[in-house]
């Protein structure tokens, strides 16, 4: 779920930084195939009003034949058309055995042994404005969670289509440059509520994201616990460690996770910080658990200098603790068999003491600037 749930983030920057529909298109169809290895993928968009389908994007690994964009389908037929028809995803076992809509893609299916199929929809506004496909050579490979996958970078995928879409919309409006200025001026406001209605998707899809992501991290971290339970009070002491670990890795996710929503509050103007008394110990323990193997990547060093019993601190933790990851992270992986070192002190006396953290590295350095 963690490797899923890093994939899913990068592709969606990757997805983000496209500003133009049919390059946008292609990349949302080939991630797709290959999030889920498959070897064929392509996504088809409603062509106006009726129900008439077509498809934008296609995509393909090997030698699986020339590009079927610009076929169409109606709802109702195949696979395509029963998504569209309930809009619900669906997952097919054995193409061979389907009745396919596209000619084109039941020609490539037999020709090309395609077996396994995944179908979801792209929903806007709760209408399903297309459909998404990823198809393999494996028979019955995909199973639910890919589904629950795919649906979740279909989420994505919307929003991504609907921002290119007004970016051209955009771009074709400033080129219009003989209508008179109260026309020029509705357009302007038309497209500002566009561009809030864009933003507010990406909220959505925010908040989303981090909805579905917290239910499985919660699991791993609860199962965490009770293993270490078990192996405590069962004298295992050889698997401590490594459940601490465990544990450590999947709080700090779960924190990357709230982090995420945390970026829609940052660009509304807003950030809560959330105080509470914790061990300076226990957080310096905890990440360096989680960057130590950073280290370890590029044949570094992690020293970690801290007195045993720093004692306590009010603050707010997470934020505190991505900080130092980040700072961590960052200077291990600019480090090449060299030395990371974090430092933990405290300046000042009385009651106007400061916990102070630094983080150090032999890398490559930055400019003054």
């Known amino acids: 779920k963690a490797d899923e749930s890093e994939a899913l983030y990068e592709i969606a920057g990757e997805i983000t930084a496209q500003v133009e529909s049919q390059p946008t298109l292609d990349l949302i169809v080939d991630r ?51 998504v569209i028809g309930n809009g ?24 090309k042994e395609l ?29 639910e969670e890919d589904r629950d996958l795919l649906n979740s970078f279909a989420v994505q995928a919307t929003v991504s289509i609907e921002s290119a879409e007004l970016y051209e ?8 440059l003989e209508k008179t ?15 809030e209605e864009a933003s507010a998707h990406k909220g959505q899809f925010l908040a989303n994201m981090s909805h579905e992501l917290r239910t499985p ?50 660009e509304a103007g807003k950030i809560d910080l959330y105080y509470e008394t914790f061990s300076i110990n226990q957080l310096v323990e905890d990440v360096g658990n989680v960057a130590m193997p950073l280290a370890a990547k590029t044949d570094s060093q992690l020293v970690v200098n801290c007195d045993d019993n720093m004692g306590n601190m009010r603050s707010d933790l997470t934020k505190i603790r991505q900080t130092l990851f980040n700072l961590l992270s960052n200077a291990c992986k600019f480090t090449k068999e060299g030395t990371v070192t974090l430092d933990v002190g405290v300046d000042g006396e ?17 400019t003054e600037e």
């Open 32 to 82: 797709a195939r290959r999030l889920l290895q498959g070897e064929v993928g392509y996504l088809a968009l409603r062509e106006g009003e009726d129900d008439l389908f077509s498809v934008k994007a296609h995509s393909h690994s090997g030698d699986l034949g020339d590009s079927f964009s610009g076929a169409q389908f109606r709802v109702g037929e195949g696979l395509g058309g029963r």
């Open 88 to 111: 619900e995803s669906i997952i097919v076992g054995d193409l061979l055995k389907e009745e396919l809509a596209i000619p084109e893609l039941a020609e490539l299916a037999e020709k």
């Open 115 to 143: 077996r396994s199929a995944i179908v979801v929809p792209l929903k806007r506004k709760g209408e399903v404005s297309g459909v998404l496909y990823v198809n393999s050579s494996v028979a019955d490979k995909y199973q």
């Open 169 to 176: 919309r955009v771009r074709e409006n400033a080129a219009i």
């Open 181 to 195: 200025v109260e026309e020029r001026t509705e357009e302007l406001n038309q497209t500002n509520v566009q561009l």
């Open 217 to 266: 991290m919660n699991a791993i971290i609860g199962y965490s616990e009770m293993l270490l339970e078990d192996a405590e009070d069962e004298g295992q002491d050889e698997y401590v460690p490594d459940l601490k670990k465990i544990q450590s890795a999947g709080k700090h996710l779960l924190a990357l996770i709230n982090d995420i929503l945390d970026l829609s509050k940052i």
């Open 350 to 366: 009385d009651d106007d003491n400061f916990v102070s953290f630094s983080v150090t590295d032999t890398g490559i350095g930055m």
